[in-house]
């Protein structure tokens, strides 16, 4: 007989099911024998020994829950965040009788440290010539695995201009001998007019990201206007205190007319230098390894972990080093963690950082204990604890914990590090990698697919089931110690995998081209005057009904012409699917379709995986779904990546409470349906059928309007007479409520709207017409654009100061000069014609009805980024 589970540890009364246990199904252990009552999924646990009332349940000798009743062996074990689970995820497995018969480990008020801890140093006493091939940066930066040309957006506004850049000079310049290519590095954050929060973050990523000893050399690229200077840059490069020599870092400005003309130049300089580094042996000890976990199941830390864990040892004890992330992801794990750590300082310090991390959750109305994910429970995950003790055997029994460190601050000397991050795993991945990795290990039991620009991520499986699964995008079979394989052994594979990967042989991840990246998302922090807002305050803060009411008749309009471009959505559930979708959409629009075929779109984002809840995740649900049923959309399929919170099911249920049938969309899952290769035939095959007939409401016909600050009086004035106008014939318009113009009397007056609340949430769609006001917690255009598209409107219209922005994913954007004619913009607000208010007006309802295409057009992964309002955190 197959074995029915295991144990992490001797002496532990919680055993591991080894594959799924079926109902009456005979269990065995010594004399006792017993028929389980319930169904028992792969992952989930069973009682091995009776538990008493008030006892802890333990794994890995640690507890992880307390029993409310008595637990005879072979009972199922059950908290009430499974019971939920199983309800909403596996319902064939739910059983109105199952009881929940313990309670988690409050974490909140309880933390368990060791009695004895044991204070030292990791020694690097191996030596035995163990060598890989890399690139050699000097003394202070060390050794590279990979030699690129890395161009790095330094705030969000620039995004599109790297991405451009980069396909322009990929095209040119392809790998080629020891040269890497030229990659781009976008995110999401400093995009904004004000300085972020995360300002000095944000600052010390960047200057880690050009500096990483995979870079040959960096161009930043910035824009005129930014908060964030070069200089400033400049500045934080200073402080790393690294040679001249042995760094390139250069800086080009976004916005200017001949700014691909000179990065070209730039890079025609900058190439043959990085193309001119060789390959050469490198001692073990130039390795810095990023640690990381992803859709982790409860085999995580009997398989993979351990094997990664004990990998590390080996190379720690040749001089390398490791960096282990995720904070809020030991939680609970503490008494395993600092059993072995260098000093009481680093003791105290762990403490220090971990309990900063939960004050930060708590300020914003969660808890950091709130990270453990629908997914994550699904497999077997109970709760954060739980997940903690697994994630924590990264670190093998043997390793001292010698440093803990803030994100992206570097790692100097050799050893075993522990940095400051939240558990969503671009965020922390990007910290280690401006850390100074140079090589991630990853690993994940769903099949997590993520990958860094530039750093070779390798995904180790917990379970051989999985990996067959996702073969073609996994890189190692940590499951075969399930199959009798040692730790031993499988650590020695994974070693040798590594050293071959870092000398040069590409990952699974590489293969693909799949990558993604993001920084540690801005936070805001209440305080005593800013107060999280209760249900009861939002609903009558957001009622729906317009400042102005529009006039009823937009046939006009409506019956212009042949209506604005639809397009085909590819939607991904979570920001692990994001990049998945912007491919596959990129290969359904190069394929050869039909002239007549909508286009397809991909919305790319950095939300679903970070699981704060609260504002933030209904946020995140109301924007999915107001694109999902947006005017402008044909189809849509949802692109789950299968452990994220926010699932398929999760959005099905969603779309259910607003009466709005899930058959209307295709649903498509990366991890479940087999990989990249296999999900990406079914969406493309989905996105080719015949239309869905959609049954939800019809919007009315609104259109967004954004303004910069300090674009005159004459100006102001036009845009009152163009808003005016566009109410007269039957078109909303909706503002953010801290556009500038909500400020200005020469508009409000003309308009006779004074002290303007909003009057939707963000991405709130409007069912009234008339002038509306959305919602907004930041300045930043692509986070305001996406909010005005969820609302349901078709057109944006923005004005910017200087120069256009980056236009919307797909809703025609028209941007105008505020100042005089120029031809970057589509039209002036201010000329001497009096009836220029008119003509823009004509122009508006030219865009709507698809007889006028603005000049700036959208780009593949630019013009989308959520919001995570006021009280968003990255748990």
């Known amino acids: 007989m197959a074995l029915q589970y295991l144990l992490p540890a001797e002496g532990d009364n919680a055993g591991i099911a080894t594959r799924r246990l079926e109902a009456g199904e005979t269990l065995e252990l010594d004399d006792n024998t017993v028929t389980l009552k319930y169904p028992v999924p792969q992952g989930h ?55 929940v018969n313990f309670e988690d480990k409050d974490t909140i008020v309880e933390r368990t440290l060791p009695e004895a801890p044991s204070f030292g140093n990791n020694v690097a006493d191996i ?51 020891n040269f890497d290519g030229v990659v781009p590095v976008v995110h999401t954050e400093g995009g904004g007019l004000d300085v972020p929060n995360n300002r000095d973050l944000l600052l010390r990523t960047l200057a880690g990201f050009a500096t990483n000893p995979n870079s040959g050399a960096a161009i930043l690229v910035n824009e005129h206007g930014s908060w964030l200077t070069n200089d400033e840059i400049a500045e934080q490069l200073s402080h790393l205190a690294l040679p001249e020599a042995e760094y390139r870092v250069s800086y080009q400005m976004a ?17 043959p230098q990085v193309a001119s580094f ?176 530039f750093v070779p991520t390798l995904k180790i499986v917990t379970t051989h089931e999985r990996f067959q699964l996702l073969e073609s995008d996994m890189d190692f079979d940590a499951g075969q110690v ?110 050869g ?77 990366i991890q479940l349906e087999g990989g990249i290769s296999a999900v990406s035939q079914h969406v493309e095959k989905s996105i080719s059928k015949p239309s869905p007939s959609t049954e939800w409401p019809q919007l009315p016909l609104h259109v967004g309007l954004t303004t910069s600050p300090g674009i005159g009086h004459d100006a102001l004035q036009r845009l009152a007479d163009l808003t005016h106008r566009l109410l007269s014939k039957g078109v909303g318009v909706v503002l953010a409520a801290n556009d500038p113009l909500l400020k200005e009397a020469a508009f409000c007056d003309r308009l006779a709207i004074y002290h303007a609340r909003p009057t939707l949430a963000y991405s709130q769609q409007s069912t009234h017409a008339g002038l509306q006001v959305m919602d907004c917690s930041t300045s930043d255009w692509l986070e305001i654009a996406t909010g005005l598209g969820a609302t349901g409107c078709r057109c944006l219209i923005t004005v910017p100061t200087n120069y256009p922005y980056q236009p919307h994913r797909f809703i025609p954007t028209l941007q105008l000069s505020p100042t005089g004619q120029d031809k970057h913009f589509d039209g002036c607000l201010v000329t001497p014609e009096e009836e220029s208010a008119e003509v823009l007006t004509e122009q508006i309802i030219d865009t709507l009805a698809g007889d006028y295409t603005p000049l700036r057009q959208a780009a593949p992964n630019v013009g989308f980024q959520i919001s995570r309002g006021r009280f968003g955190v990255s748990l």
Request: overall charge negative.
């Open 127 to 177: 030596v035995d010539g163990l060598t890989f091939q890399g690139f050699y940066r000097g003394e202070s930066r060390g050794w590279g695995t990979r030699n690129y040309l890395v161009i790095i957006g330094a705030t969000s506004r620039s995004r599109s201009a790297v991405l451009e850049a980069a396909e322009r000079l990929q095209a040119k310049w392809p790998a080629y001998g």
């Open 45 to 99: 646990r069973i009682c091995i020994s009776p538990i008493l009332k008030g006892e802890a349940l333990l794994s890995w000798g640690l507890s992880f829950g307390t029993a409310i009743e008595d637990i005879a062996f072979g009972d199922y074990l059950c908290n009430a965040k499974m019971r939920e689970v199983l309800r909403a995820r596996q319902p064939e497995d739910y059983d109105e009788q199952l009881k």
């Open 278 to 453: 060789e390959r050469q042996p490198a001692p073990v000890s130039g390795l810095k390894l990023g640690l990381q976990c992803g859709g982790s199941d409860a085999f995580s830390g009997v398989t993979a972990n351990q094997v990664l864990g004990k990998a590390v040892h080996e190379l720690i004890r040749r001089g390398g080093s490791a960096n282990l992330a995720e904070t809020d992801e030991l939680i609970g794990a503490e008494q395993y963690v600092l059993q072995k750590t260098a000093s009481r300082k680093t003791f105290e310090r762990f403490l220090t950082v971990q309990q900063r991390f939960k004050d930060y959750a708590t300020a914003h109305g969660h808890t950091a204990e709130g990270n453990v994910s629908g997914g994550n429970i699904y497999r077997g995950l109970y709760n954060i604890t739980l997940k903690s003790i697994g994630a924590a055997r990264k670190k093998d029994p043997q390793t001292y914990l010698d440093y803990v460190i803030d994100y992206a601050q570097p790692m100097r000397r050799p050893g075993y590090y522990f940095m400051d991050s939240p558990g969503n795993d671009l965020e922390s991945i990007a910290g280690q990698v401006a850390a100074g990795a140079n090589l991630v290990l990853f690993t994940t039991g769903n099949g997590s697919i993520t990958n860094f620009p």
């Open 593 to 669: 379709h039909q002239p007549t075929r909508e286009k397809a779109i991909a919305l790319p984002h950095t939300e679903g995986c970070g699981v704060s809840g609260g504002q933030s995740e209904e946020i995140f649900r109301d924007t999915m779904i107001g694109y999902a049923t947006h005017p402008l959309v044909k189809r849509c399929v949802f692109l789950e990546h299968g452990c994220e919170k926010t699932h398929n099911d999760y959005f099905q249920s969603a779309l259910n409470d607003r009466g709005i049938a899930p058959g209307q969309f295709d649903w498509a899952s």
């Open 482 to 591: 399930l199959e009798g394989e040692s730790l031993e052994l499988a650590s020695e594979r994974l070693r040798q995998l590594l050293l071959e990967t870092a000398s040069g042989i590409r990952s699974k991840g590489e293969h693909t081209g799949q990558y993604q990246t993001q920084i540690w998302r801005n936070a805001f922090f209440p305080n005593a005057t800013q107060l999280i807002p209760t249900v009861t305050e939002s609903e009558q803060r957001f009622s729906g009904v317009p400042l102005l009411v529009a006039d009823r008749d937009d046939t006009l309009v409506r019956t212009r012409s042949k209506g604005a471009p639809m397009c085909s959505l590819v939607l991904p559930t979570s920001l692990c699917s994001g990049q998945v979708a912007e491919q596959i959409a990129a290969h359904i629009n190069q394929g």
């Open 255 to 271: 916005d200017d007319d001949g700014f691909f003309d000179s990065l070209v130049s730039e890079c025609e300089l900058l190439i």
